[in-house]
């Protein structure tokens, strides 16, 4: 009888999908679905195991897809919680008010850099956001104009579905077009796993996936600091490329929901952010 009732449950826990934040959650829901940022998913993943090893009853699944996907998904009723690595927009937030009558709730969940990466081997030590800008804007195009050697830059990007893109571009290209010759990838692994093999090459994501990959120190200004992403530059709003990370849902949080939420955001929650390699809120 055991087994039958464990085999329900995961049955059960399987057949739900998100409706939780759409269509109002409620204290018998056994299953949350988060979907949305692939810049949030590791940490996002972390979170959910060992929430689940302390909550043996509930069960929470977490895709990627980029955090447009997850906001479409949050505005259709196809998740209860959206990861969302960049703020979502007015007419997003519109798009769930008119179809629910219910306000976004916008919850900080951690802190981030975006790191720019560059192979090991780089001479490259430092860069400013103009430069970035001139470099993803394609009026830079060897490293020898940046401090580097005599190489065509071969530039990687994120897909225009990733929130880690859409604040690129604000932040950095203030809304300039990409160059054509910029490379997209499907994630931040991937831009890193490129960048690593290429030794001319750029590349930009969360810091929590900097491996076999150098992280340049970036520069606000010519006048300015040269600054590394590290968790007390970003806490310190030092690092020019800092940035919150989100949780989304329907109305406010409820039930088993607000109960997950509320334990992310909790001192044994953010430790989980550290651990992970990104960071926690700060008090600022």
């Given at each position: ?7 329900m ?20 829901v ?11 998913v ?8 060992t ?5 043996p009853?509930k069960?929470i ?39 629910y ?5 916008e ?16 001479a ?14 394609g ?11 005599d ?24 809304n ?8 997209t ?17 750029i ?19 010519d ?10 530059a970003?806490e ?5 490329l800092?940035?919150?990370?989100y949780?989304y ?13 509320d334990w ?21």
């Open positions: 009888m055991r087994k039958l009732g464990w085999l449950l995961i049955l059960a826990s399987m057949g739900v999908h998100g409706c939780g934040g759409g269509k109002g959650s409620s204290p018998a056994r299953s949350i679905t988060i979907k949305g940022s692939d810049t949030m590791i940490l996002g993943q972390r979170w959910a195991e929430y689940m090893k302390e909550s009853d069960r699944q977490v895709t990627g897809g980029g955090s447009g996907t997850g906001i479409a998904a949050l505005i259709n009723g196809g998740t209860d919680i959206c990861e969302a690595s960049r703020p979502m927009k007015d007419k997003e937030k519109e798009m769930v008010r008119s179809r009558s219910k306000d976004v709730s919850i900080p969940v951690a802190l981030d850099g975006i790191a720019m990466y560059v192979p090991e081997s780089s490259v030590q430092t860069i400013t956001l103009a430069q970035l800008k001139s470099i993803y804007t009026s830079i195009t060897n490293w020898r104009d940046v401090g580097g050697k190489m065509r830059i071969v530039a990687y990007s994120r897909e225009n579905n990733s929130g880690t893109y859409v604040f690129f571009k604000e932040h950095v290209l203030k300039e077009d990409f160059a054509r010759d910029i490379q990838l499907p994630g931040t692994a991937a831009v890193v796993n490129a960048v690593s093999k290429d030794p001319a090459s590349g930009y994501g969360g810091i929590a996936y900097a491996t076999g990959v150098r992280a340049l120190a970036v520069k606000k200004d006048a300015s600091e040269a600054v590394k992403p590290s968790m007390e970003v310190a709003g030092k690092y020019p800092s940035r919150n990370l949780f849902t329907v109305g406010s949080p409820e039930g088993q929901i607000k109960a997950f939420i992310v955001l909790s001192p044994e929650g953010q430790k989980i952010c550290q651990a992970v390699g990104y960071y926690p809120l700060n008090r600022r």
